[in-house]
């Protein structure tokens, strides 16, 4: 079973490039291969000018960020961020300016003389990162680095994750099955599935102008509704069958009419998720199961008639096969 099929991408020096996919789909063993941990079948495998593919780990200058941070307990912080540096035999004097250099880059100086059981979740992911940072690598490899904190502290993580590459300039694959991570740590986020890369674009891109109906469904919190219609032919080929295709419309581009029109489609609130800052009701309308998104609480509950409508230039079209081409005038009833 091949874990990667046809995995071609090139990432620019000083770039932070997201991964992200569902559990299985490969992006932790792009990772695995880049940093030797994993033999590749084929193809070939570059970091900078040089060919890695027959390189063991160490020598391919690549330092790697966990999800379990992988600290080594009996050590204090500082020797934490020294023993890769040791393991190359540098200079006691090297060392310690390195370590005191991503100490004061990660604001961890205070920590240093601290085992690792005495750290919080967040001060553990800022030693694994300052451990990296210290090898000066070619490229960092981040494989899930915050799924083992909670919400909140994610959140500020995350935040100090993004300044920091903006700081060193570090290549960086951040791999994640956090969408929202992806959409808001990557310069780039690559989108896999089942071992194949869907679509390699900048954030705004992938969320406005998805490669296929399974990037459309993933990206997006909620994601694109997505349901089956019937395609008009265009007015030169009336003679032609309606085409079965998939058309999509993001929640938050769904409006709401005051009154029935021949615009609009009648719909029933479900469900009401009220957020705060925004709500999502999910409603059914003409026998589809659709978000709609609205800012601040609404007042709409459960059983509530709406009238819908979508603008034709929000609407997404995918062919049969689920890719997406430019949008038609004319759509029929499905």
């Known amino acids: 079973?091949?874990?990667?099929?046809d995995f071609s991408i090139s990432v620019a020096d000083g770039e932070m490039l997201v991964l992200v996919g569902p559990s299985g789909c490969g992006k932790s063993t792009v990772l695995r291969t880049?940093?030797?941990?994993?033999?590749?079948?084929?193809?070939?495998?570059?970091?900078?000018?040089?060919?890695?593919?027959?390189?063991?780990?160490?020598?391919?200058?690549?330092?790697?960020?966990?999800?379990?941070y992988a600290l080594?307990?009996?050590?204090?912080?500082?020797?934490?961020?020294?023993?890769?540096?040791?393991?190359?035999?540098?200079?006691?004097?090297?060392r310690a300016r390195r370590v005191a250099w991503?100490?004061?880059?990660?604001e961890i100086g205070p920590l240093l003389d601290r085992l690792p059981r005495a750290l919080s979740g967040g001060q553990r992911q800022r030693v694994a990162m300052g451990r990296a940072l210290v090898r000066e690598p070619s490229v960092s490899?981040?494989?899930e680095p915050l799924s083992n904190l909670d919400a909140v502290l994610?959140?500020?993580?995350?935040?100090?994750?993004?300044?920091?590459?903006?700081?060193?300039?570090?290549?960086?694959?951040?791999?994640?099955?956090?969408?929202?991570?992806?959409?808001?740590?990557?310069?780039?986020?690559?989108?896999?599935?089942?071992?194949?890369?869907?679509?390699?674009?900048?954030p705004r891109e992938l969320?406005?102008?998805?490669?296929?109906?399974?990037?459309?469904?993933?990206?997006?919190?909620?994601?694109?509704?997505?349901?089956?219609?019937?395609?008009?032919?265009?007015?030169?080929?009336?003679e032609a069958d309606a085409e079965t295709a998939t058309l999509g419309i993001r929640p938050e581009a769904i409006e709401f009419a005051t009154h029935a029109g021949t615009d609009t489609i009648a719909a029933q609130v479900e469900h009401v998720e009220l957020l705060g800052h925004?709500?999502?009701?999910?409603?059914?309308?003409?026998?589809?199961?659709?978000?709609?998104r609205t800012a601040g609480m609404s007042a709409h509950g459960r059983g509530d008639a709406l009238h819908l409508r979508a603008p034709a230039s929000a609407i997404h079209h995918f062919d049969a096969a689920g890719v997406r081409r430019p949008p038609q005038a004319e759509i029929g009833p499905s």
């Open 1 to 5: 079973m091949r874990a990667l099929r």
């Open 34 to 68: 880049l940093a030797g941990l994993e033999d590749v079948t084929g193809g070939v495998i570059r970091i900078g000018d040089r060919v890695v593919n027959d390189l063991s780990p160490r020598e391919r200058n690549v330092a790697m960020v966990f999800q379990d």
């Open 72 to 94: 080594y307990p009996h050590m204090t912080v500082r020797e934490n961020l020294a023993f890769p540096l040791r393991m190359r035999k540098l200079a006691a004097d090297e």
């Open 102 to 106: 991503a100490a004061e880059l990660l």
């Open 141 to 143: 490899l981040l494989d």
């Open 154 to 202: 994610r959140v500020s993580v995350r935040a100090e994750i993004e300044a920091l590459q903006r700081r060193t300039g570090t290549t960086m694959l951040y791999v994640t099955h956090d969408q929202v991570e992806a959409m808001t740590l990557g310069d780039r986020v690559a989108v896999l599935h089942e071992g194949r890369l869907q679509q390699v674009a900048k």
């Open 207 to 238: 969320y406005e102008r998805p490669a296929n109906t399974f990037v459309a469904g993933f990206v997006g919190t909620p994601p694109m509704n997505l349901f089956e219609a019937k395609l008009a032919p265009p007015a030169w080929a009336r």
């Open 278 to 292: 925004e709500t999502l009701l999910h409603v059914r309308a003409a026998g589809l199961a659709l978000v709609a």
